[in-house]
């Protein structure tokens, strides 16, 4: 009769000589080294895995004097000015959606209240002793970067916005400058349909 372990550790050598891929010269099938073969564990079954010294491109750095890739930087940080002592405009940011009356009675369009149908965000930005043409405003994707004589506002907006799609449009009486910008979402074709 043979003992427990002599055999697991025999049908285990045996189920590895199968499942590799290598050829394997040690002397057959049986295990001699009972010592070797009660050392085996799931780990030793199947090829010996390959040690690829590759490394990976995402990453390497292209010159060994940069601090951060492209990606790493946030969009808008160019802006950022710690000496510029303007103070910060007060804005508000409102989410707009098209609504019609088929959505509010009849819901033919799938539009619920929820951020997630809304087509447009409009920033209400309050500029009081202001004139329009003192306003100087740079919108990107997530970026919204405005500047006056008086005021400074750097904005990382909520949504990813068209850039060339928005519209401003400054009230002198109000003293507001009111920024509507489409957004970009990835579902817009589940949601807006």
């Known amino acids: ?16 000589t199968l499942l590799s891929t290598q050829q394997h010269d040690d002397g057959g099938e049986d295990c001699k080294n009972v010592t070797a ?10 090829p010996s895995p390959k040690r690829d010294k590759e490394v990976s491109t995402v990453y390497e750095k292209k010159n ?8 790493e930087v946030a969009e808008g940080s160019q802006y950022d000015d710690l000496a510029d002592q303007r103070p910060q405009p007060e804005y508000e940011i409102i ?6 009356t088929e959505d509010l009675f009849l819901g033919l369009n799938r539009k619920d209240p929820s951020s997630m149908c809304c087509e447009a965000m409009l920033v209400k930005i309050k500029l009081p002793d202001t ?6 405003l740079d919108v990107k994707e997530k970026f919204l970067d405005l500047r006056t004589p008086k005021y400074k506002l750097g904005l990382h907006l909520p949504h990813p916005t068209h850039s060339h799609g928005g519209k401003a449009q400054f009230f002198s009486e109000r003293g507001e400058l009111e920024v509507t910008l489409l957004t970009k979402r990835p579902m817009d074709f589940i949601n807006m349909q």
């Open 131 to 136: 004139e329009a043409t003192d306003v100087v």
């Open 64 to 71: 060994s004097k940069d601090i951060w890739s492209a990606e």
């Open 1 to 16: 009769m043979e003992c427990l372990g002599v055999s697991s550790a025999q049908h285990l050598q045996a189920l590895s």
């Open 37 to 46: 073969c009660a050392g085996l564990g799931p780990g030793h079954i199947g």
């Open 95 to 100: 989410l707009k959606q098209s609504v019609g």
